[in-house]
Every structure is written in C-alpha cells, then in structure tokens.
C-alpha cells in the first residue's frame, strides 16, 4: 500500500488493527504483530483507540485532531483497538457497530492457535452484518497453510511471524495494496 497514494485517494487517516478474545490476549497479540505488521504495510503506528469511547475515538480518527493532523493530510497509519469489536459496552453496542457506522476501514489479526475455532468466520461473520470495510485477515505466527485458508472461503491476505521474511513480508504487503484498492473503488461507487 502505498501511502503517498492513500493520501491523494482519499483515504481515512487510519486503519483499525482489529484482534478478538480476552482482553489480555489481545493485548498480548496486539503488542507483538502490530509493528512488525505497520513495518510491512509501511504505515506509522498510532497510539490505541479509546476502547471505551467508539463514536469519540473514530470522530478523532475522522478529523484528524492534535496528534493525528499531520496523517489527516497525510499517509495513513495503522490503529490498534485494545478491544474485542464484538464485546458489548455500557450502552448495549459494540464497536463493530460503530466502526460499520464510520465505514472505518479494518485489518482482522488472528493468532494461530484461534484458526482451530470458529473465530475467524464469527468475526468476518460480525462485520459483514454490520457493514464494515474489511481490508481482510492475517494470521500471526505458526505454519501458514494457503490450502485451508482458501477452502475457507474467508478473505485472508497472509501471514506474517518474527521475524518475517522478505518473501513474507512482500507477498502480505502486495495482497493488501491490492485489497485495498478494491475497497477504495467500493468507497467511491
């Protein structure tokens, strides 16, 4: 993806890192693949959304406030949300309802040891219902097995493990510049 580009296009000045499970998990995984995943993508790493505060975190995202301004007019940059998008807050939603709401574009990361669940369906599964752009799936870490992941039918981009490898690196980083052109012509149709 190149950013330069995703500027002129356009483009939300962040993509959510989405990850799924306890809280403590996803931190875990969100702390090891996220630079390692921005340094791939060639993407600035931002600080965590406000798990607790969707419609507030992504109007910040929006409009690119102190802090975020310079990407507002500029390359966009990879966003962690430190929370499971299908858990419920205070107020009965959660944040796949939200980010659906903002047409926030999303990247999903999935550890290996989730793809013996159902998690990845549910949670493709979860922002199809509720409408959010979804550059695709990744998985981090363990043998990355491209038979199953197509029988799967889910929109999986890759792979990536620490550290990744050139070929690694350059197969996830063309399949997500080449999903996120689709979803740039979907925005604009």
Avoid: F, I, K, Y
């Amino acid at each position: 993806m190149d950013a330069g580009v995703a500027a002129e296009a356009g483009h939300p000045p962040a993509l959510v890192l989405l990850a799924a499970g306890a809280a403590a998990a996803l931190a875990a995984l969100q702390g090891q693949a996220a630079p390692a995943l921005a340094g791939v993508l060639g993407l600035p790493l931002l600080a965590p959304l406000d798990p607790l505060a969707p419609d507030a975190a992504l109007a910040a995202l929006a409009a690119g406030p102190p802090g975020l301004a310079a990407l507002a007019a500029g390359p966009p940059g990879l966003v962690p949300l430190p929370r499971d998008p299908g858990l419920p807050l205070a107020d009965g939603r959660h944040w796949a309802a939200a980010l659906g709401a903002w047409r926030q574009p999303v990247l999903v990361l999935l550890a290996a040891e989730q793809l013996d669940t159902g998690l990845p369906a549910a949670l493709t599964a979860l922002l199809q219902q509720r409408q959010v752009p979804c550059l695709g799936l990744v998985q981090w870490g363990g043998s990355w097995r491209p038979e199953q992941r197509r029988l799967e039918g889910l929109p999986w981009l890759g792979w990536l493990s620490a550290p990744a490898s050139d070929e690694q690196a350059a197969a996830l980083a063309s399949a997500c510049a080449a999903r996120w052109a689709v979803l740039e012509r979907q925005r604009l149709a």
